[in-house]
């Protein structure tokens, strides 16, 4: 498509805030950390340039966003309509503007050749990320394991199709074990609950080692996981030795890692055939250098994962990399509600996420409430032009 970006326009202001929200439950430990709450936040800037607004996250400071007033916008963007990596900064607000600018989508923006939109809305897959460990009060097993059940029917109300659940409970929070057989139980009790069809994925977050992992999948194979994430800190070797295990056994679980402290050589590994999807977060990596990687990674045969969890926003921004990444497997959805954002644009049906056609990325801010933070707790900068 072809893309304006404003006849002159320059950044005139710059406002900068972090939304208070909640998850829609509350979020247990994991195999490394303790309890992640009800709580969340989105820190979002709100640029204005050549009369249009776009907002999104982001996370800079006053002093840098006095240096970018009355930059002209069409110099932080390639002639593609990606961000330029001196305004990376900026990159989602950028985008939104862009959209806004253009009265399109952002999904539509980036869409590579193989997007081919139709009339049906476009959809993107998506997962529930929010089955931690909520169980650890229990002493029972079986107490544990309906607890867990019961998480997912609370998805599955909400439209989910697709979950992934934390185990590894055995690193740290129980005996090694005892958290292993816990682990397991719920795993296989889940997939009860979700029936053959619905995508069911595990993380680890390197809680295993190589050997817990053989005995966790070996255990869980009736219940068909699709993905097995973060089971150990990368390594090529003990990575080649699972591949190899999995190929003897005969079990399709793919590999997914790169969330947290990833290895420099975990984008080597994965070419090779040792991990099959890659999880870069996309605060981390922002949303240029993931329709970059997602390129790379669809001529090696690898999936994209984009980890997000802990800021609403990624939940709405990640679907839009769907557009240009072939081989994009879900959105991971941190469910919840941050004040002051509406995203009711957005839809869940059967496991999909429906991405409506509006400008941008297809968020509203609730103007009045916006200026309220900014002016209470955080700050806006401006240039006459």
């Known amino acids: 498509m072809k893309i304006t970006f404003g006849s002159n326009s320059r950044l005139e202001k710059i406002e900068w805030a972090s939304l208070p929200g909640e998850r829609w439950r509350h979020a247990g430990r994991n195999a490394r950390l303790g309890i ?26 006053e002093e840098r966003a006095k240096a970018l007033l009355g930059g002209p916008l069409a110099e932080m963007f390639t002639p593609e309509g990606r961000v330029q990596p001196a305004f990376f900064d900026l990159e989602f607000p950028l985008m939104d503007w862009l959209g806004q600018a253009n009265d399109c989508p952002v999904y539509k923006i980036v869409a590579a050749d193989f997007f081919q939109p139709v009339d049906a809305t476009f959809s993107v897959p998506f997962y529930d990320t929010s089955l931690y460990f909520d169980d650890l009060h229990l002493a029972d097993d079986k107490a544990a394991v309906e607890l867990m059940q019961d998480e997912v029917r609370e998805g599955w109300e909400r439209g989910h ?54 005995e966790f999948l070996s255990a869980t194979r009736e219940a068909n996981l699709f993905w097995l994430e973060e089971a150990f800190h990368e390594d090529d070797q003990l990575y080649a030795d699972l591949k190899e295990w999995l190929t003897a056994e005969k079990l399709p679980v793919l590999i997914a890692d790169g969330e947290g402290n990833a290895s420099p050589r975990l984008l080597e590994w994965a070419k090779a055939g040792l991990i099959n999807v ?31 969890y802990g800021v609403l926003y990624g939940n709405y921004a990640s679907a839009h990399l769907a557009s240009a990444i072939e081989g994009f497997a879900s959105v991971e959805w941190d469910g919840g509600r941050v004040d002051g954002l509406d995203a009711s644009a957005y839809r869940i049906e059967e496991g999909r996420l429906i991405v409506p056609e509006k400008a941008g990325f297809g968020l509203d801010l609730d103007d009045k409430y916006f200026a309220g933070i900014v002016s209470s707790t955080g700050w806006a900068v401006s240039k006459t032009l």
């Open 36 to 61: 992640h709450g009800k709580n969340l936040k989105v820190d979002l800037a709100r640029i204005t340039a050549g009369g249009i607004t776009g907002f999104g996250m982001a996370n800079l400071s």
């Open 278 to 308: 890659v999880q870069y977060d996309l605060r981390q990596l922002g949303f240029r250098n993931w329709l970059d990687l997602g390129r790379e990674l669809d001529a090696a045969g690898v999936k994209s994962g984009p980890h997000n």
């Open 161 to 214: 199709r697709s979950f992934k659940v934390k185990v590894g409970r055995g690193a740290r929070f129980m005996p090694l074990q005892a958290g292993m057989k816990r682990d397991i139980a719920i795993v296989n009790g889940l997939r009860e609950v979700t029936g053959p069809a619905s995508y069911l994925m595990a993380d680890a977050n390197n809680g295993f080692n190589l050997n817990l992992t053989k």
